[in-house]
């Protein structure tokens, strides 16, 4: 069986869908962009307008150093500077379980944002509820090496928590994609209780009627 | 106790001196029929700003980086300084191969208004008197200084920069080029800087310049017509100014509590202390090089520097509309213009949803990093002008050699 950090860590699969979600020519904000590799494949691919937010160093320079419009920030204190709906699309990929509140941070990209992307590992995956149940012990991987002790990702959830936090937020689903282990797409005419069992990873694209 | 090392070459001021005037640098004159307005109110007629160009201009001239020195800095860029013999001062960001990459850019340092290389300055001579100017020249501002440099490089034939790039006072001109002309600016690189002189900043300033106010040679200004030179004064002001360039983490590795040329404390007030000899080394090496009343003009320049002031105080205000790309790059260990200053900049530029990329960088060598030999800084300055230069559409420099 394919194990959910081997699942989490295959960007490729997940920049390419939300690459497909996004209008050419369009205004990007992208949180948690690290080097900056899914803002370069808007560029190129989407003629779009793409800015970027990172908090290591290490990912701010590299991104800069592709000559991208990447600044150091932190998604947990610094959306607050940017102004009502100034972009069309505000992306949050594989970043949601690092923030220290995921809620205010989702509520500030539906403010930002006329759409917003959001793509997060699936904790309810089959594989996670296995290793809990008959191992007892949290998820540990060689490509996700952290340990419940050490680890970036402080508030994971399952599918359908963030759908729960989405209708929370006053957010609608404008569209959903759930991949399986080995990053196919589930059918769209499964139930969410199958989805939250099989889906590894989901995107999804949301809007918000604001006030 | 700065007396024996202070006695300067007569060669060495007549060239000073001659620099003023007839800098040995291109030079561009501007008559009665071009007077240059200033903040303080006056104009000033006839004027000249003194350049080094290096690279070509493209056929349709849209190649052109215009550089930005630093407050004691010159047009001598990347090219040997006339006065003091040194290389240029930013070699290791300026030349060809470099990231401002002189086989594709066409890249144009002037010497700022105010200066005493070349450009009008209180060095300068006087049209009304004949004189040096001294104090009667009116106060210039970073402003002015933009005007000034706006004047030279429609001189020059050129409507549009591709980037505007400084450090320290020089970025201040760089942001303040995005704000007084900002359909003329593609891109700008703002390093080690801030939007406004803090309290803190005017006040080591105000130290600098009562020291040179302070020393009998100064004359009230006149000294050039006297035949004196403020050195004494001009040296402390520079030895203070130096520290601030800095950190105490740097100091500390570099000299430490260190001895100079002995073995155990003097018990007195020579230069005990290796920090000590150098501190002087540095003022006295300065006043071979600088005017001390343009270095009260600069220094003023740069007090009086707040972008927000015109603009009801509101920082995002000031960028509101700009096309331009920016590019704002700070030092961890830089206390004159901390972080803080960079991420003001870098805020009100989202805000006004400008396209920005910013990076601290890990330095503990204090302000004087932006001159120093840093790589992250050369690497994420080449990535940033390789963007904007795709998205301008013209030659972007070359790929860092490995």
């Given at each position: 069986m394919t194990d959910l950090a081997d699942l989490t860590s295959d960007v490729r699969i997940d920049l390419k869908l939300i690459a497909g979600l996004i209008e050419p020519g369009s205004r990007v904000l992208d949180i948690g962009c690290g080097d900056g590799a899914l803002l370069e494949l808007l560029e190129r691919t989407r003629g779009v307008d793409a800015r970027g937010i990172e908090i290591s160093q290490d990912g701010v320079n590299a991104a800069v150093s592709r000559g991208l419009s990447v600044i150091q920030g932190d998604a947990d204190s610094d959306l607050v500077q940017y102004p009502d709906q100034s972009f069309d699309y505000v992306v949050l990929s594989h970043t949601i379980q690092a923030t220290r509140n995921a809620r205010r941070v989702l509520d500030e990209m539906l403010r930002i944002g006329r759409r917003v992307v959001v793509s997060l590992p699936n904790f309810g995956h089959l594989d996670v509820r296995f290793r809990l149940m008959f191992l007892g012990r949290m998820p540990v991987s060689k490509r996700l090496p952290y340990s419940w002790y050490d680890t970036p990702n402080i508030h994971f959830c399952t599918i359908r928590d963030f759908v729960e936090l989405a209708k929370d937020v006053g957010a609608h689903v404008d569209q959903a994609i759930v991949l399986d282990g080995t990053g196919k797409r589930l059918p769209f005419s499964l139930p969410w209780i199958v989805w939250n069992l099989l889906g590894a990873q989901a995107v999804f694209l949301l809007s918000r009627e604001d006030r | 106790?700065?007396?024996?090392?202070?006695?300067?070459?007569?060669?060495?001021?007549?060239?000073?001196?001659?620099?003023?005037?007839?800098?040995?640098?291109?030079?561009?004159?501007?008559?009665?029929?071009?007077?240059?307005?200033?903040?303080?109110?006056?104009?000033?007629?006839?004027?000249?700003?003194?350049?080094?160009?290096?690279?070509?201009?493209?056929?349709?001239?849209?190649?052109?980086?215009?550089?930005?020195?630093?407050?004691?800095?010159?047009?001598?860029?990347?090219?040997?300084?006339?006065?003091?013999?040194?290389?240029?001062?930013?070699?290791?960001?300026?030349?060809?191969?470099?990231?401002?990459?002189?086989?594709?850019?066409?890249?144009?340092?002037?010497?700022?208004?105010?200066?005493?290389?070349?450009?009008?300055?209180?060095?300068?001579?006087?049209?009304?008197?004949?004189?040096?100017?001294?104090?009667?020249?009116?106060?210039?501002?970073?402003?002015?200084?933009?005007?000034?440099?706006?004047?030279?490089?429609?001189?020059?034939?050129?409507?549009?920069?591709?980037?505007?790039?400084?450090?320290?006072?020089?970025?201040?001109?760089?942001?303040?080029?995005?704000?007084?002309?900002?359909?003329?600016?593609?891109?700008?690189?703002?390093?080690?800087?801030?939007?406004?002189?803090?309290?803190?900043?005017?006040?080591?300033?105000?130290?600098?310049?009562?020291?040179?106010?302070?020393?009998?040679?100064?004359?009230?200004?006149?000294?050039?017509?006297?035949?004196?030179?403020?050195?004494?004064?001009?040296?402390?002001?520079?030895?203070?100014?130096?520290?601030?360039?800095?950190?105490?983490?740097?100091?500390?590795?570099?000299?430490?509590?260190?001895?100079?040329?002995?073995?155990?404390?003097?018990?007195?007030?020579?230069?005990?202390?290796?920090?000590?000899?150098?501190?002087?080394?540095?003022?006295?090496?300065f006043v071979d090089r600088f005017d001390a009343n343009s270095y009260l003009y600069v220094t003023r320049a740069t007090d009086y520097f707040d972008l927000a002031a015109d603009h009801g105080g509101v920082l995002a205000n000031v960028f509101k509309g700009t096309k331009t790309r920016f590019c704002v790059l700070s030092f961890t260990s830089d206390w004159l213009y901390p972080t803080s200053e960079s991420r003001a900049v870098v805020h009100a530029l989202n805000a006004a949803g400008a396209p920005v990329s910013f990076v601290e960088i890990e330095s503990d060598r204090g302000h004087d990093s932006f001159l120093l030999d840093i790589p992250e800084q050369f690497r994420i300055v080449r990535g940033f002008l390789t963007g904007a230069a795709r998205a301008r559409g013209i030659a972007g420099p070359a790929e860092e050699a490995r």
């Open positions: - | 106790m700065l007396d024996a090392p202070l006695t300067e070459t007569d060669a060495q001021a007549s060239l000073r001196r001659s620099e003023a005037d007839n800098p040995s640098s291109l030079v561009m004159r501007f008559g009665t029929d071009a007077p240059l307005t200033l903040d303080a109110g006056p104009a000033i007629a006839p004027w000249q700003i003194a350049y080094q160009t290096y690279g070509e201009l493209n056929d349709d001239r849209s190649n052109a980086i215009l550089i930005c020195h630093a407050l004691t800095g010159d047009q001598h860029v990347a090219s040997t300084n006339p006065v003091t013999g040194k290389p240029g001062w930013w070699t290791l960001m300026v030349g060809p191969g470099k990231p401002i990459d002189t086989d594709r850019f066409f890249v144009i340092c002037s010497n700022v208004l105010g200066g005493c290389l070349g450009t009008t300055g209180p060095a300068s001579t006087n049209p009304d008197t004949g004189r040096p100017y001294g104090l009667d020249l009116p106060v210039v501002t970073i402003a002015d200084m933009v005007r000034a440099q706006a004047m030279l490089v429609t001189g020059l034939g050129i409507d549009k920069l591709f980037a505007v790039v400084g450090g320290s006072m020089g970025g201040m001109q760089a942001l303040q080029w995005a704000v007084s002309y900002p359909e003329r600016v593609f891109s700008v690189v703002a390093i080690a800087t801030s939007y406004r002189h803090s309290s803190q900043n005017i006040a080591f300033h105000e130290v600098g310049r009562q020291a040179v106010m302070a020393d009998p040679d100064w004359c009230g200004g006149r000294y050039l017509e006297e035949g004196r030179n403020p050195k004494k004064g001009l040296a402390v002001a520079r030895m203070a100014a130096h520290i601030t360039y800095m950190s105490d983490r740097s100091l500390h590795q570099k000299f430490g509590r260190n001895l100079q040329d002995r073995d155990a404390l003097a018990f007195g007030f020579d230069a005990d202390f290796q920090i000590e000899s150098y501190l002087r080394h540095q003022g006295m090496t």
